[in-house]
Protein backbone atom coordinates (compact mmCIF):
# COMPACT_ATOMS: atom_id res chain seq x y z
CA UNK A 1 0.00 0.00 0.00
CA UNK A 2 0.93 3.76 -0.77
CA UNK A 3 1.81 6.20 1.76
CA UNK A 4 -1.00 8.08 3.19
CA UNK A 5 -0.82 11.43 1.04
CA UNK A 6 1.24 10.09 -2.54
CA UNK A 7 -2.06 8.53 -4.19
CA UNK A 8 -5.42 8.87 -4.53
CA UNK A 9 -8.26 7.55 -6.51
CA UNK A 10 -9.62 8.64 -9.42
CA UNK A 11 -12.90 7.17 -11.47
CA UNK A 12 -13.13 7.75 -14.92
CA UNK A 13 -15.99 7.99 -17.34
CA UNK A 14 -16.08 3.99 -18.02
CA UNK A 15 -16.80 3.99 -14.10
CA UNK A 16 -13.57 2.20 -13.63
CA UNK A 17 -11.25 2.50 -11.03
CA UNK A 18 -7.24 3.04 -10.53
CA UNK A 19 -4.44 4.75 -8.36
CA UNK A 20 -3.39 7.90 -9.86
CA UNK A 21 -0.17 9.74 -8.51
CA UNK A 22 -0.39 13.76 -8.27
CA UNK A 23 2.20 13.63 -10.98
CA UNK A 24 -0.32 12.33 -13.05
CA UNK A 25 -3.00 14.51 -12.62
CA UNK A 26 -1.65 17.57 -13.69
CA UNK A 27 -4.65 18.96 -15.63
CA UNK A 28 -6.77 17.80 -12.74
CA UNK A 29 -7.60 14.39 -11.06
CA UNK A 30 -11.27 14.24 -12.31
CA UNK A 31 -12.37 11.21 -14.79
CA UNK A 32 -13.14 13.22 -17.61
CA UNK A 33 -9.29 14.98 -17.62
CA UNK A 34 -7.44 11.82 -17.23
CA UNK A 35 -9.58 10.64 -20.28
CA UNK A 36 -9.13 13.40 -22.36
CA UNK A 37 -5.04 13.68 -21.87
CA UNK A 38 -5.13 9.53 -22.79
CA UNK A 39 -7.15 10.45 -25.72
CA UNK A 40 -6.01 13.28 -27.01
CA UNK A 41 -9.05 15.56 -26.47
CA UNK A 42 -9.17 18.90 -24.39
CA UNK A 43 -12.07 19.52 -21.98
CA UNK A 44 -12.86 22.29 -20.51
CA UNK A 45 -12.83 22.07 -16.47
CA UNK A 46 -16.25 22.38 -14.44
CA UNK A 47 -15.45 26.17 -13.09
CA UNK A 48 -13.79 26.79 -16.77
CA UNK A 49 -17.19 26.11 -18.67
CA UNK A 50 -19.04 28.28 -16.00
CA UNK A 51 -17.68 31.47 -16.68
CA UNK A 52 -19.06 33.48 -19.99
CA UNK A 53 -17.34 34.44 -22.58
CA UNK A 54 -14.90 37.42 -22.26
CA UNK A 55 -16.54 40.45 -24.34
CA UNK A 56 -13.65 42.75 -24.26
CA UNK A 57 -11.13 39.80 -25.38
CA UNK A 58 -12.03 40.89 -29.19
CA UNK A 59 -11.85 44.45 -28.70
CA UNK A 60 -7.83 43.49 -26.95
CA UNK A 61 -6.80 41.63 -29.56
CA UNK A 62 -7.81 43.61 -32.29
CA UNK A 63 -6.45 46.72 -30.00
CA UNK A 64 -2.71 44.79 -29.91
CA UNK A 65 -2.77 44.24 -33.35
CA UNK A 66 -3.18 47.49 -34.38
CA UNK A 67 -0.52 48.47 -31.93
CA UNK A 68 1.68 45.98 -33.71
CA UNK A 69 1.11 47.68 -36.90
CA UNK A 70 2.53 51.00 -35.66
CA UNK A 71 -0.82 52.76 -35.40
CA UNK A 72 -1.11 55.13 -32.55
CA UNK A 73 -4.11 53.99 -30.48
CA UNK A 74 -6.14 56.41 -28.20
CA UNK A 75 -7.02 54.14 -25.17
CA UNK A 76 -10.28 55.06 -23.42
CA UNK A 77 -10.83 50.83 -22.87
CA UNK A 78 -9.45 50.18 -19.31
CA UNK A 79 -10.48 52.84 -16.41
CA UNK A 80 -6.60 52.01 -15.77
CA UNK A 81 -5.01 55.43 -13.61
CA UNK A 82 -2.89 57.00 -15.67
CA UNK A 83 -1.68 59.97 -13.41
CA UNK A 84 1.43 59.26 -10.86
CA UNK A 85 0.93 58.56 -7.23
CA UNK A 86 1.44 61.61 -4.83
CA UNK A 87 5.09 62.16 -3.75
CA UNK A 88 4.60 61.74 -0.19
CA UNK A 89 3.09 58.09 -0.57
CA UNK A 90 5.90 57.12 -3.03
CA UNK A 91 8.36 58.28 -0.43
CA UNK A 92 6.78 56.64 2.70
CA UNK A 93 7.06 52.92 0.54
CA UNK A 94 10.79 54.00 -0.01
CA UNK A 95 11.39 54.52 3.01
CA UNK A 96 9.59 51.46 4.90
CA UNK A 97 10.84 49.17 2.06
CA UNK A 98 14.63 49.64 3.32
CA UNK A 99 14.04 48.28 6.41
CA UNK A 100 14.36 44.58 6.58
CA UNK A 101 11.76 43.45 9.07
CA UNK A 102 9.45 44.78 6.16
CA UNK A 103 10.43 41.97 3.55
CA UNK A 104 9.24 39.40 5.96
CA UNK A 105 5.13 37.95 5.32
CA UNK A 106 2.93 40.39 6.13
CA UNK A 107 -0.76 40.41 8.09
CA UNK A 108 -3.81 38.48 5.67
CA UNK A 109 -6.09 41.35 7.19
CA UNK A 110 -3.98 43.72 7.18
CA UNK A 111 -1.80 46.00 9.67
CA UNK A 112 -3.01 47.00 12.43
CA UNK A 113 -2.16 50.66 11.45
CA UNK A 114 -3.66 50.59 8.21
CA UNK A 115 -7.07 49.08 9.53
CA UNK A 116 -7.00 52.05 11.80
CA UNK A 117 -6.31 54.68 9.38
CA UNK A 118 -9.19 53.28 7.21
CA UNK A 119 -11.71 53.48 10.46
CA UNK A 120 -10.25 57.80 10.73
CA UNK A 121 -11.49 57.49 6.78
CA UNK A 122 -14.73 56.40 7.51
CA UNK A 123 -15.41 58.59 10.44
CA UNK A 124 -13.78 61.68 8.84
CA UNK A 125 -15.43 61.48 5.50
CA UNK A 126 -18.87 59.43 5.94
CA UNK A 127 -19.17 60.04 10.07
CA UNK A 128 -19.35 56.11 10.54
CA UNK A 129 -17.76 54.90 13.33
CA UNK A 130 -15.58 51.36 12.48
CA UNK A 131 -14.04 49.09 14.85
CA UNK A 132 -10.26 48.49 13.04
CA UNK A 133 -10.16 44.64 15.01
CA UNK A 134 -13.39 43.26 14.00
CA UNK A 135 -15.46 45.24 11.09
CA UNK A 136 -12.16 46.53 8.35
CA UNK A 137 -10.12 43.77 6.57
CA UNK A 138 -7.69 45.61 3.91
CA UNK A 139 -7.73 43.76 0.61
CA UNK A 140 -5.62 43.45 -2.22
CA UNK A 141 -8.04 45.89 -4.22
CA UNK A 142 -11.68 46.15 -4.01
CA UNK A 143 -11.89 43.33 -6.75
CA UNK A 144 -10.17 40.80 -4.75
CA UNK A 145 -11.66 41.04 -2.01
CA UNK A 146 -15.45 40.98 -3.82
CA UNK A 147 -14.39 37.64 -5.36
CA UNK A 148 -13.09 36.25 -1.92
CA UNK A 149 -16.43 37.77 0.11
CA UNK A 150 -18.17 35.56 -2.55
CA UNK A 151 -16.08 32.62 -1.75
CA UNK A 152 -17.14 33.02 1.66
CA UNK A 153 -20.88 33.12 1.73
CA UNK A 154 -21.94 31.23 -1.47
CA UNK A 155 -23.38 27.58 -1.56
CA UNK A 156 -23.61 25.88 -4.95
CA UNK A 157 -26.92 27.08 -6.20
CA UNK A 158 -27.22 30.32 -3.93
CA UNK A 159 -28.95 32.70 -6.10
CA UNK A 160 -27.29 36.73 -5.65
CA UNK A 161 -29.22 39.25 -7.20
CA UNK A 162 -26.95 41.39 -9.67
CA UNK A 163 -27.31 45.35 -11.10
CA UNK A 164 -27.22 44.63 -14.72
CA UNK A 165 -24.77 46.52 -16.78
CA UNK A 166 -22.34 46.57 -14.07
CA UNK A 167 -18.55 45.29 -13.63
CA UNK A 168 -17.66 42.19 -14.30
CA UNK A 169 -16.16 40.94 -11.07
CA UNK A 170 -19.55 41.66 -9.85
CA UNK A 171 -21.25 39.24 -11.64
CA UNK A 172 -17.85 36.35 -12.19
CA UNK A 173 -17.17 36.26 -8.38
CA UNK A 174 -20.19 34.41 -7.53
CA UNK A 175 -20.37 32.53 -10.77
CA UNK A 176 -16.65 31.11 -9.86
CA UNK A 177 -18.17 30.42 -6.55
CA UNK A 178 -20.98 28.35 -7.48
CA UNK A 179 -23.71 30.73 -7.64
CA UNK A 180 -26.38 31.78 -10.06
CA UNK A 181 -27.24 35.10 -11.17
CA UNK A 182 -30.03 36.89 -11.22
CA UNK A 183 -29.67 40.36 -13.17
CA UNK A 184 -31.98 43.78 -11.69
CA UNK A 185 -32.26 46.49 -14.48
CA UNK A 186 -30.41 49.82 -12.76
CA UNK A 187 -31.20 52.72 -15.03
CA UNK A 188 -33.22 54.34 -12.52
CA UNK A 189 -33.22 53.93 -8.93
CA UNK A 190 -37.10 52.96 -9.26
CA UNK A 191 -36.61 50.38 -12.27
CA UNK A 192 -33.87 48.64 -9.86
CA UNK A 193 -36.46 48.74 -6.55
CA UNK A 194 -38.68 47.35 -8.30
CA UNK A 195 -36.73 44.96 -9.93
CA UNK A 196 -35.09 43.66 -6.47
CA UNK A 197 -39.16 42.90 -5.41
CA UNK A 198 -40.14 41.39 -8.85
CA UNK A 199 -36.22 38.80 -8.23
CA UNK A 200 -37.00 37.91 -4.74
CA UNK A 201 -40.94 36.79 -5.47
CA UNK A 202 -39.89 34.85 -8.39
CA UNK A 203 -36.78 33.24 -7.48
CA UNK A 204 -36.15 30.04 -5.34
CA UNK A 205 -34.72 29.43 -3.37
CA UNK A 206 -34.59 32.94 -1.92
CA UNK A 207 -31.93 34.92 -2.73
CA UNK A 208 -29.02 35.61 -0.59
CA UNK A 209 -27.33 38.71 -1.46
CA UNK A 210 -27.86 41.62 -3.40
CA UNK A 211 -24.71 43.87 -5.23
CA UNK A 212 -24.80 47.54 -4.82
CA UNK A 213 -22.65 49.63 -7.13
CA UNK A 214 -22.49 53.27 -6.47
CA UNK A 215 -20.91 55.89 -7.89
CA UNK A 216 -21.29 53.19 -10.89
CA UNK A 217 -19.12 51.46 -13.32
CA UNK A 218 -19.85 52.00 -16.21
CA UNK A 219 -23.12 53.89 -15.75
CA UNK A 220 -21.28 56.30 -13.73
CA UNK A 221 -24.94 56.51 -11.94
CA UNK A 222 -25.01 57.70 -8.19
CA UNK A 223 -27.43 57.11 -4.98
CA UNK A 224 -28.32 59.13 -2.49
CA UNK A 225 -29.27 58.25 1.16
CA UNK A 226 -32.82 57.82 0.56
CA UNK A 227 -32.28 55.12 -1.95
CA UNK A 228 -29.91 53.00 0.32
CA UNK A 229 -32.01 53.58 3.30
CA UNK A 230 -35.21 51.93 1.43
CA UNK A 231 -32.84 49.34 0.15
CA UNK A 232 -31.50 48.77 4.15
CA UNK A 233 -35.45 48.17 4.73
CA UNK A 234 -36.12 45.82 2.25
CA UNK A 235 -32.67 43.77 2.93
CA UNK A 236 -33.79 43.49 6.58
CA UNK A 237 -37.07 42.17 5.70
CA UNK A 238 -36.19 40.19 2.86
CA UNK A 239 -32.61 38.39 4.87
CA UNK A 240 -30.36 39.99 2.65
CA UNK A 241 -26.94 40.67 2.46
CA UNK A 242 -26.05 44.16 0.75
CA UNK A 243 -22.65 44.08 -1.15
CA UNK A 244 -21.87 47.61 -1.75
CA UNK A 245 -19.04 48.66 -4.10
CA UNK A 246 -17.80 52.58 -3.52
CA UNK A 247 -14.31 52.34 -5.52
CA UNK A 248 -15.27 55.97 -7.06
CA UNK A 249 -16.59 57.85 -3.99
CA UNK A 250 -13.94 60.10 -3.83
CA UNK A 251 -14.46 60.86 -8.15
CA UNK A 252 -17.47 63.13 -8.06
CA UNK A 253 -17.77 66.26 -9.84
CA UNK A 254 -20.54 68.68 -8.26
CA UNK A 255 -20.35 70.02 -4.11
CA UNK A 256 -22.17 66.75 -3.61
CA UNK A 257 -20.31 63.70 -2.27
CA UNK A 258 -21.84 60.10 -2.49
CA UNK A 259 -22.35 58.63 0.69
CA UNK A 260 -21.41 55.57 2.24
CA UNK A 261 -24.41 52.88 2.28
CA UNK A 262 -23.30 52.15 6.47
CA UNK A 263 -24.49 55.70 7.16
CA UNK A 264 -27.89 54.33 7.50
CA UNK A 265 -28.70 53.06 10.51
CA UNK A 266 -28.53 49.77 10.74
CA UNK A 267 -27.23 48.93 7.79
CA UNK A 268 -24.08 47.42 9.29
CA UNK A 269 -26.09 44.50 10.42
CA UNK A 270 -26.51 43.48 7.04
CA UNK A 271 -23.79 45.03 4.92
CA UNK A 272 -20.41 45.21 3.76
CA UNK A 273 -18.73 47.80 1.42
CA UNK A 274 -15.78 47.91 -0.86
CA UNK A 275 -13.22 50.67 -1.32
CA UNK A 276 -9.98 50.69 -3.27
CA UNK A 277 -7.34 53.77 -2.66
CA UNK A 278 -6.80 52.97 -6.94
CA UNK A 279 -8.81 55.75 -8.47
CA UNK A 280 -8.53 58.20 -5.51
CA UNK A 281 -5.14 58.07 -4.70
CA UNK A 282 -3.89 56.83 -8.61
CA UNK A 283 -2.78 53.75 -6.69
CA UNK A 284 -4.25 50.99 -9.38
CA UNK A 285 -1.13 48.75 -9.66
CA UNK A 286 -0.17 48.99 -5.59
CA UNK A 287 -3.32 46.80 -5.33
CA UNK A 288 -4.76 48.06 -2.10
CA UNK A 289 -8.29 48.25 -0.90
CA UNK A 290 -10.11 47.39 1.94
CA UNK A 291 -13.95 45.84 3.16
CA UNK A 292 -15.33 47.05 6.22
CA UNK A 293 -18.94 46.05 7.89
CA UNK A 294 -20.63 43.69 9.32
CA UNK A 295 -18.55 41.89 12.17
CA UNK A 296 -19.69 38.22 11.29
CA UNK A 297 -19.56 38.92 7.00
CA UNK A 298 -16.22 40.47 7.69
CA UNK A 299 -15.05 37.31 9.63
CA UNK A 300 -15.86 35.36 6.74
CA UNK A 301 -13.81 36.98 4.65
CA UNK A 302 -10.79 37.43 7.18
CA UNK A 303 -10.54 33.86 7.41
CA UNK A 304 -11.05 32.59 3.52
CA UNK A 305 -8.35 34.83 2.86
CA UNK A 306 -5.85 33.54 5.69
CA UNK A 307 -5.91 30.27 3.81
CA UNK A 308 -5.20 32.36 0.44
CA UNK A 309 -2.43 34.98 1.35
CA UNK A 310 -0.17 36.89 3.39
CA UNK A 311 -1.75 39.95 2.45
CA UNK A 312 -0.01 42.42 0.64
CA UNK A 313 3.66 43.27 0.78
CA UNK A 314 3.81 45.21 4.17
CA UNK A 315 5.95 48.61 2.94
CA UNK A 316 2.58 49.10 0.52
CA UNK A 317 0.54 48.76 3.39
CA UNK A 318 2.70 51.22 5.28
CA UNK A 319 2.48 53.49 2.25
CA UNK A 320 -1.45 53.04 2.12
CA UNK A 321 -2.17 54.51 5.72
CA UNK A 322 0.39 57.43 4.93
CA UNK A 323 -1.89 58.19 1.88
CA UNK A 324 -5.39 57.86 4.42
CA UNK A 325 -3.40 59.60 7.37
CA UNK A 326 -1.84 62.26 5.21
CA UNK A 327 -2.62 65.55 3.57
CA UNK A 328 -5.69 65.20 1.25
CA UNK A 329 -5.04 68.09 -1.18
CA UNK A 330 -4.15 65.49 -3.81
CA UNK A 331 -7.28 63.70 -3.77
CA UNK A 332 -8.83 67.25 -5.16
CA UNK A 333 -6.80 67.43 -7.45
CA UNK A 334 -6.74 63.72 -9.37
CA UNK A 335 -10.56 65.42 -8.82
CA UNK A 336 -10.34 68.03 -11.17
CA UNK A 337 -7.90 66.64 -13.48
CA UNK A 338 -10.56 63.89 -14.04
CA UNK A 339 -13.20 66.56 -14.08
CA UNK A 340 -11.23 68.77 -17.04
CA UNK A 341 -10.94 65.57 -18.98
CA UNK A 342 -14.49 65.26 -18.68
CA UNK A 343 -15.84 68.35 -19.52
CA UNK A 344 -13.12 68.17 -22.55
CA UNK A 345 -14.46 65.05 -23.43
CA UNK A 346 -18.12 65.96 -23.66
CA UNK A 347 -17.25 69.36 -26.07
CA UNK A 348 -15.39 67.69 -28.18
CA UNK A 349 -17.89 64.86 -28.58
CA UNK A 350 -20.81 67.17 -29.36
CA UNK A 351 -18.90 69.02 -31.66
CA UNK A 352 -17.39 65.63 -33.44
CA UNK A 353 -22.01 64.97 -33.93
CA UNK A 354 -21.74 62.71 -30.58
CA UNK A 355 -23.49 63.48 -27.90
CA UNK A 356 -22.67 62.08 -24.45
CA UNK A 357 -23.85 62.96 -21.41
CA UNK A 358 -21.49 64.22 -18.64
CA UNK A 359 -20.94 61.79 -15.83
CA UNK A 360 -21.72 63.36 -12.25
CA UNK A 361 -18.97 60.72 -11.19
CA UNK A 362 -16.26 58.07 -11.29
CA UNK A 363 -13.51 58.04 -14.21
CA UNK A 364 -16.21 56.97 -17.40
CA UNK A 365 -18.62 58.31 -19.22
CA UNK A 366 -21.57 55.99 -20.48
CA UNK A 367 -22.12 56.98 -24.17
CA UNK A 368 -25.31 56.32 -26.30
CA UNK A 369 -24.36 55.09 -29.63
CA UNK A 370 -24.97 57.47 -32.42
CA UNK A 371 -26.51 56.74 -35.34
CA UNK A 372 -26.94 54.97 -37.53
CA UNK A 373 -24.74 52.96 -35.68
CA UNK A 374 -26.71 51.98 -32.92
CA UNK A 375 -28.07 49.42 -35.03
CA UNK A 376 -24.90 47.33 -35.44
CA UNK A 377 -24.54 46.81 -30.98
CA UNK A 378 -21.87 48.16 -28.93
CA UNK A 379 -19.21 45.40 -30.34
CA UNK A 380 -19.16 45.95 -34.01
CA UNK A 381 -19.48 49.38 -33.26
CA UNK A 382 -15.89 49.55 -30.97
CA UNK A 383 -14.86 47.76 -33.19
CA UNK A 384 -15.53 50.14 -36.28
CA UNK A 385 -14.43 52.90 -34.11
CA UNK A 386 -10.69 51.16 -33.45
CA UNK A 387 -9.94 50.35 -36.98
CA UNK A 388 -11.54 53.80 -38.60
CA UNK A 389 -10.12 56.15 -36.00
CA UNK A 390 -8.03 54.64 -33.94
CA UNK A 391 -9.94 54.90 -30.42
CA UNK A 392 -10.42 52.07 -27.96
CA UNK A 393 -13.80 51.80 -25.95
CA UNK A 394 -15.58 49.52 -24.16
CA UNK A 395 -18.52 47.99 -25.57
CA UNK A 396 -21.46 47.79 -23.23
CA UNK A 397 -22.71 44.67 -23.71
CA UNK A 398 -19.40 43.63 -21.81
CA UNK A 399 -21.18 44.99 -18.92
CA UNK A 400 -24.55 42.97 -19.38
CA UNK A 401 -26.98 42.42 -21.66
CA UNK A 402 -28.82 45.99 -20.50
CA UNK A 403 -25.60 47.81 -21.31
CA UNK A 404 -26.29 47.50 -25.40
CA UNK A 405 -26.50 50.32 -27.23
CA UNK A 406 -23.89 51.99 -25.13
CA UNK A 407 -19.57 52.14 -25.43
CA UNK A 408 -18.01 53.06 -21.92
CA UNK A 409 -15.15 55.98 -22.45
CA UNK A 410 -12.61 56.00 -19.74
CA UNK A 411 -10.99 59.49 -18.41
CA UNK A 412 -7.39 58.10 -18.78
CA UNK A 413 -5.97 59.95 -21.35
CA UNK A 414 -5.13 63.93 -21.37
CA UNK A 415 -6.58 66.62 -23.03
CA UNK A 416 -4.98 66.73 -25.95
CA UNK A 417 -5.05 63.16 -26.83
CA UNK A 418 -8.82 63.89 -25.98
CA UNK A 419 -9.17 66.21 -28.72
CA UNK A 420 -6.90 64.18 -31.13
CA UNK A 421 -9.72 61.51 -30.69
CA UNK A 422 -12.26 63.71 -31.10
CA UNK A 423 -11.00 64.99 -33.96
CA UNK A 424 -10.96 61.22 -35.72
CA UNK A 425 -14.18 60.58 -34.39
CA UNK A 426 -15.61 63.25 -36.18
CA UNK A 427 -14.20 62.04 -39.59
CA UNK A 428 -15.34 58.80 -38.96
CA UNK A 429 -18.80 59.64 -38.12
CA UNK A 430 -19.01 62.05 -41.53
CA UNK A 431 -18.56 59.22 -43.66
CA UNK A 432 -21.46 57.16 -45.07
CA UNK A 433 -22.25 54.41 -42.71
CA UNK A 434 -22.59 52.32 -46.35
CA UNK A 435 -18.76 52.28 -46.68
CA UNK A 436 -18.07 50.72 -43.19
CA UNK A 437 -18.38 47.53 -44.91
CA UNK A 438 -14.77 45.69 -44.13
CA UNK A 439 -15.64 45.14 -40.87
CA UNK A 440 -18.73 44.28 -40.37
CA UNK A 441 -21.87 43.20 -43.25
CA UNK A 442 -23.62 46.69 -43.15
CA UNK A 443 -26.64 44.55 -45.10
CA UNK A 444 -27.38 41.82 -42.53
CA UNK A 445 -27.13 44.61 -39.59
CA UNK A 446 -30.78 46.25 -40.92
CA UNK A 447 -32.37 43.29 -40.87
Not at 139 to 165: C, H, R, W, Y
Not at 248 to 253: G, K, R
Request: hydrophobic share 40%; proline share 8%; charged share 25%.
Amino acid sequence: MAPAGREHLSLDEAGDSRLKSPRDCRAGCSGAGMQGIRDGTVQEFHRIKRLPPYVFEEVNRLKAAARARGDDIIDFGMGNPDMPTPPHIVEKLVETVSKPRTNRYSASRGIPGLRRAQAAYYERRFGVKLDPDTQIVATLGSKEGFANMAQAITAPGDIVLVPNPTYPIHEFGFIISGGAIRHVPAKTDEEFLKGVDQAMRHSVPNPIALVLNFPANPTARVAGLDFYSELVTYAKNHDLILLSDVAYAEIYFDENPPPSLLQVPGAIDIAVEFSSLSKTYAMPGWRMGFAVGNERLIAALARVKSYLDYGAFTPIQVAAAAALNGPQECVDEIRAVYKARRDCLIEQLGRAGWEVPAPPATMFAWAPIPEPYARIGSLEFSKLLLEKAHVAVSPGIGFGEFGEGYVRIALVENEQRIRQAARSIRKFLSEPFESMHNVIPIASSRN
